[in-house]
């Protein structure tokens, strides 16, 4: 087993303080998408809970660890998701929240956090720009900073969507992972590696903001000048040196596929599995799109990862995809 920051002892751990609401996704072999695709399909669905995304199996933990020391204030950067699910899980916790964003983050998102009622301050420039501005309040008012992906809670959070995977009663080839700072694709490939070594890890990016799967095929962090994508939720700039270590451990490849394949993609979920998904969710069903050849008789699992999307965009982005089944 390599030797990542996570740990499965905790991660099984971790399952006792994560609301019931976010564990034991649906698992399911979605038959209607693989003529589409040309492979067997199964989707780990992991919007239908209360933040829509799978980021709370994370910020239940942080949120939990930190109200056992009385009501605290924590701080983090989001380009939505952690944002959200940091805003649910502080505010049944008493918890004091505070989500720094780019003004330019997707609205829909924006309003739940404000909704959960967690401080919401938005700055000028992209996510990178948030980040920076999320460590500066953590210094000036020495509050906790929850760090995605660098935060061993986040990666251990979204690694019990591996613990579930891999007690699957169903066989699976190869788990397809959307890849942004990296908690989900090192959470679900350290336990995939631990409990099920014999399932291929491949994590997927879109060609507009590629820095981690950069950094995964050189072996050394590649940062980019500028993300330009429709998928917010995996649109870094800058990978985490600690992150890309526990990458290089546990994906067996890293894989770009265009924004009309991510369209493409959201346009089969609609039309062939019923789901309204944001554009991260759709980059494993992008992936097969892209790589028929390669994932044809295998049987593939996706995790659909988040559903949070402005719905106009959604009905313009789908508009302009292909509706025929292959
Ligand atoms: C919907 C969605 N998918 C994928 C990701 C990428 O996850 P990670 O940053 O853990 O790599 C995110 C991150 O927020 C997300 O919100």
Known sequence: MPQTRLDTARIRAARQVIDPAFLDTPLYRCEALEPALGCAVSIKLETANPVRSFKARGTEIVASLLADHGPQAV????????????????????LDVTVVASRHATAAKLDRIRALDARLELVDGDHETARKRAAAIARRDGIRLLEDSLDIQTCEGAAT?????ADSTTPFDTVL??????????????????????????CVQPLGAPAMT???????????????TIADGVAGRYPIPAVLDDLLLVADDALLVQETSIIAGMRKLHDHAGLIVEPSAALGIAAILENRDRFAERHVVTIVCGSNVNIDDYHRWIATAPTHTS
């Not at 969507?161 to 995977?165: A, H, R, V």
């Not at 992972?177 to 491949?202: N, Q, R, Y």
């Not at 950094?215 to 330009?228: E, G, K, L, N, P």
């Open 214 to 228: 950069h950094s995964w095929h050189q072996r050394r962090v590649v940062t980019t000048d500028s993300a330009r």
């Open 75 to 94: 701080v983090c950067a989001s380009a939505g998701n952690l944002g959200q699910a940091l805003a649910w899980s502080g505010r049944r916790r008493g």
């Open 161 to 165: 969507i591996g613990l579930e995977l």
């Open 177 to 202: 992972i959307a890849l942004g700072g990296g908690a989900l694709a090192t959470g679900v490939g350290h336990v995939m590696k631990d409990l099920a070594p014999e399932t291929e890890v491949i």
